[in-house]
């Protein structure tokens, strides 16, 4: 009895139950897009700070956006078994309310698979800068809430939360 893909269902096995990149040459290229969102919770007074452009540390919402960029940039090295694809564009926008920081990131590609999982690590490295940035003011920051919110291309088309 094997417990490769074949047997069990799960596309990310071999017939030895062992992890593989799945192969997705035969797929046709396809415009694809994720969105993604987060929020990170903060103190009244981080959110002051950020909407008064008084974080210690500098201008934490550039640095956010920038580090979710390169986070979707380089989703293939942070996930095993993520394909390494042309990321042909990745927006960031970070949204100041009064719990926190709103956090959106649509990744688009022409390729053979999804952009689901570059979209997730832009909100998340986002998130983690953002924290980074604010944490001598707001050591009690919370990063929540981060899922797909909307998918399209590829055979299943779109998809949306």
Do not use: Q, Y
Not at 120 to 147: C, E, F, G, N, Y
């Amino acid at each position: 009895m094997t417990m490769g893909s074949e047997f069990t269902g799960f596309s990310h096995l071999d017939e030895t139950g062992a992890a593989r990149m799945v192969d997705v040459s035969a797929k046709n290229v396809t415009a694809r897009t994720a969105t993604a969102t987060g929020f990170v919770r903060l103190s009244a007074g981080c959110v002051a700070a950020l909407r008064a452009g008084e974080v210690p540390k500098g201008d934490a919402l550039s640095v956010a956006r920038i580090a979710g960029i390169m986070g979707a940039k380089r989703t293939p090295d942070l996930v095993p078994l993520c394909h390494p694809i042309a990321l042909h564009g990745v927006t960031v926008d970070l949204a100041v309310a009064d719990a926190g920081v709103a956090i959106t990131a649509v990744a688009r590609t022409a390729d053979r698979t999804g952009v689901e999982m570059e979209a997730l690590t832009s909100v998340t490295v986002a998130a983690l800068a953002l924290i980074d940035m604010v944490k001598a003011i707001d050591p009690a920051a919370v990063i929540t809430d981060v899922r797909v919110e909307e998918k399209t291309g590829g055979k299943t088309g779109s998809w949306r939360r």
